[in-house]
C-alpha cells in the first residue's frame, strides 16, 4: 500500500502552522511506502506571507526529522508534482509485486518460504481486555472466570486485520 499526500504551499504552510501536517505525517508513517508533495519551489517558503517563513522552514524540518521515512518533495510546479506522483505509486506497485521474490531472495538456504505463513500468530490479549470490550459493546459477560467462545468469536472478528 502506498500513498502521497499533495499540497499547495500555502497549504502546506497552513497544515504546518496548524499541527494538521503532524497528524497527516503520522498517519502516512504507518503505511510501507509514502509521501508528501508540495507543489512549489522549496526556496518559496521564504518569500514573506502572512507566516514567518522560518516558522514554516522550520516546521517542515521537524517533520521531517520526526519522520523520516515520510519524504517531503518539493516540485516546482503542478504538472511535476503529478508527473512525480504517478511515478512513485508505479514505483510502490512494483515494489508490492515483487516484494515477495525479494524476500525468498534473502532468506537463508533451505528456508521454506512458506516458513513466512507459518509463522505464529500475535498473541491473544488478556481476559480483562477482551471482557471489557465485550461491555462496551453490549455483550453479557461474566465479573470472573473464562470467557464464552462466541465472546471470543466475537472480538476476533472485531479485530481482525
Known amino acids: ?26 498517519e502516512l508513517a504507518a503505511l510501507p511506502r509514502a509521501a508528501v508533495v508540495v507543489e512549489d519551489r522549496y526556496s518559496a517558503v521564504f518569500r514573506p506571507g502572512p507566516m514567518r517563513p522560518a516558522q514554516i522552514a522550520d516546521g517542515l524540518a521537524e517533520l521531517q526529522v520526526r519522520w523520516p521515512n515520510v519524504p517531503i518533495v518539493f516540485c516546482e510546479t503542478r504538472p ?21 521474490p525479494a524476500i525468498e531472495r534473502i532468506m537463508p538456504l533451505g528456508t521454506d518460504p512458506s516458513d513466512l505463513e507459518r509463522a505464529p500468530a500475535a498473541p491473544e490479549p488478556p481476559t480483562k481486555e477482551v471482557r471489557a470490550w465485550a461491555r462496551a459493546n453490549g455483550l453479557s459477560v461474566p ?19
Open 1 to 26: 500500500m502506498a500513498s502521497v499526500e499533495r499540497k499547495s504551499l500555502a497549504d502546506a504552510a497552513g497544515s504546518v502552522a496548524s499541527g494538521t501536517l503532524r497528524y497527516a505525517l503520522a
Open 80 to 100: 511535476l508534482a503529478e508527473e512525480w506522483t504517478y511515478r512513485f505509486l508505479a514505483a510502490a506497485l512494483l515494489w508490492a509485486e515483487t516484494e515477495h
Open 143 to 161: 465479573d470472573r472466570g473464562n470467557l464464552r467462545p462466541e465472546v471470543w468469536t466475537a472480538w476476533r472478528a472485531a479485530h481482525q486485520e
